[in-house]
């Protein structure tokens, strides 16, 4: 998948793209993975554990405990026997063109 997202573990990265492809941000209607909103996704074999480093469009984005809420839904979903960790971080803060570099890409 062709998508700037750090991790230590592309496989099960994109495994994990699989499930968030289908989070959506319901203000603006589009996934966060396509939003930019995912910055890294940390495998941590030894601890049985996933660190996601995200954003939110805003710092008072009136739907981010929902959008992190079924974030954490959709890692449980594809790794059951993980910790879920969601650390919202707003350094660097989104950006528009996080989402247009995306639609260019596309050819839209």
Do not use: H
Not at 22 to 27: H, Q, S
Not at 62 to 84: K, N
Request: proline share 5%; glycine share 6%; with cysteine.
């Amino acid at each position: 998948m062709s998508v700037n997202i750090e991790t230590n573990n592309p496989e099960k990265c994109d495994y994990a793209l699989i499930g968030l492809y289908e989070v959506y941000d319901p203000e603006v209607g589009l996934n966060v993975v396509d939003l930019g909103l995912i910055y890294e996704l940390d495998f941590d074999e030894d601890n049985k554990s996933i660190n996601c480093r995200m954003t939110l469009t805003t710092q008072f984005c009136p739907m981010g405990e929902s959008i992190t809420s079924d974030i954490m839904q959709s890692l449980t979903d594809a790794f059951g026997d993980y910790q879920i960790n969601v650390n919202l971080t707003f350094n660097p803060p989104w950006s528009f063109e996080k989402f247009r570099r995306k639609v260019e890409l596309l050819g839209r």
